[in-house]
């Protein structure tokens, strides 16, 4: 034929989500609704919420890595929330992002004041003996 009109190969490239061409598991497209729904600012660019979910999904990846170390380390197979508080407030960065943020079911980390503590024993030895 001359060209025009419909072919006969019904050849579209298959829909690729935004997520999956940033190489992303968060959904970039939810997000970009999300902030344009919020009314964050006039205008949302598109590289700004890919950027986005990149920093969402890596925040995301190193709490759970390092809650997961916490919670093989009490021989539990499941994470649980006390664990993501101990592996949050271990680490000084995270710690320091998340300094105001109270995790719920968290508990508290386990400290002892240096001062409750005993003394050393070579020094209560030495008084003991007569």
Do not use: W
């Not at 943020?101 to 030895?125: F, R, T």
């Amino acid at each position: 034929m001359s060209g025009h009109g419909k072919s006969g190969d019904n050849t579209r490239a298959k829909a690729k989500s935004r997520s999956a061409r940033a190489g992303l598991v968060f959904p970039v497209g939810r997000l970009h609704r999300l902030l344009k729904r919020g009314h964050y600012g006039e205008r949302v660019g598109s590289p700004a919420v890919v950027y986005l979910a990149a920093v969402l999904e890596y925040l995301t990846a190193e709490v759970l890595e390092l809650a997961g170390n916490v919670a093989r380390h009490h021989k539990k197979q499941r994470i649980m929330p006390h664990h993501v508080q101990l592996a949050v407030r271990q680490d000084e960065e995270l710690s320091k992002l998340l300094d105001g943020v109270i995790i719920a079911q968290g508990g508290v980390v386990p400290n002892i004041h240096a001062a409750l503590l005993p003394k050393s024993s070579k020094k209560c030895s030495e008084s003991q003996e007569y």
